[in-house]
């Protein structure tokens, strides 16, 4: 069997993959332009006229939608940027000063973010309920850096284990702070690190929904929760709110990774490698 021959295969069955996992992604889009009895129709309907009244119902009719949207971009974008500052600082302790018990506290880390959401939310519920916290945005947000900090810690620290401590000596010898040292010579290193940890845990925060619904309110709907209360209407489902607000919902974090994916790809494979840079 030639190279080329293998060469062919191995690209056809990528394809048939990533065609595979695309096809639900491209239904819900085509949807959205249908209408109500096109979605429903059967056999499906291939070749039909595109609509935008399912768009125009949405942000029409549903009052709440910029809100929700909009909360799902501020909650989301505020918790992560909030997580991987504090991440980054941690982790470089954790890499540079090594204090005792680190493999310890770096289990105990991931075991906060290895617990299911089920398991914690009567206390969660519970102290948001009894400091006044329900319905308002920065306790959530707090509340969601808090769950993103674990893992973000896990991945920057195998990046800055790879980065020799020799730049901060050299760097507090010409009279650098660490200060200096931390932000213009060590960050600049772990780019791809930040980056992936960002993407990773926009989408946790992006895609949230059991806390935002449990110790969220009125003010603090995300785009989760409209899709959570409004899929039924009129005794059934209503596919073309839930085509249209799904397309719609898809487009931030596939936006985030198409203009990262470099970094990210880079990022999801050099924090594995031990070594010095």
């Known amino acids: 069997m030639s190279d080329r021959f293998r060469r ?10 990533s065609l595979m996992f695309f096809t639900p992604v491209a239904w819900i889009i085509m949807s959205s332009f249908k209408t109500r009895e096109e979605i429903l129709a059967t056999p499906p309907t291939l070749i039909f006229t595109p609509t935008l009244d399912n768009y ?7 009052q709440n939608f910029l809100q929700q949207l909009g909360n799902s971009i501020v909650m989301s974008l505020s918790a992560v940027v909030i997580a991987v500052l504090v991440s980054f600082l941690a982790a470089f302790c954790f890499s540079r000063f090594k204090p005792k018990g680190t493999n310890f506290l770096m289990f105990i880390l991931l075991s906060i973010r290895m617990l299911p959401g089920p398991a914690v939310i009567l206390p969660v519920f519970l102290m948001f309920a009894n400091f006044g916290w ?5 306790p959530l947000v707090l509340f969601y850096a808090m769950f993103s900090i674990p893992f973000s ?14 730049f901060d000596e050299t760097g ?10 931390i932000f213009k010579v060590v960050l600049p290193q772990v780019k791809p690190g930040l980056i992936a940890a960002f993407i990773f845990n926009l989408i946790f925060v992006w895609n949230e929904f059991l806390f935002n619904f449990v110790i969220g309110g009125v003010q603090t709907q995300n785009i989760p929760y409209a899709l959570a209360v409004g899929t039924y209407s009129d005794g059934g489902l209503n596919w073309t709110f839930i085509a249209a607000l799904t397309s719609i919902y898809i487009l931030p974090p596939v936006a985030f990774i198409y203009l990262f994916q470099k970094y990210l790809l880079a990022g999801m494979t050099f924090g594995t490698v031990r070594g010095e840079v």
Do not use: M, P
Request: some cysteine; overall charge negative; glycine content about 10%.
């Open 134 to 138: 329900k319905d308002q945005h920065i």
């Open 153 to 166: 810690v896990w991945i920057l620290k195998g990046f800055l284990d790879g980065v020799s401590v020799r």
């Open 8 to 17: 062919g295969a191995y690209y056809t069955l990528l394809w048939c993959v």
């Open 172 to 181: 507090l010898a010409n009279g650098g702070s660490w200060f200096h040292v």
């Open 56 to 62: 125009i119902e949405l942000f029409t009719e549903n």
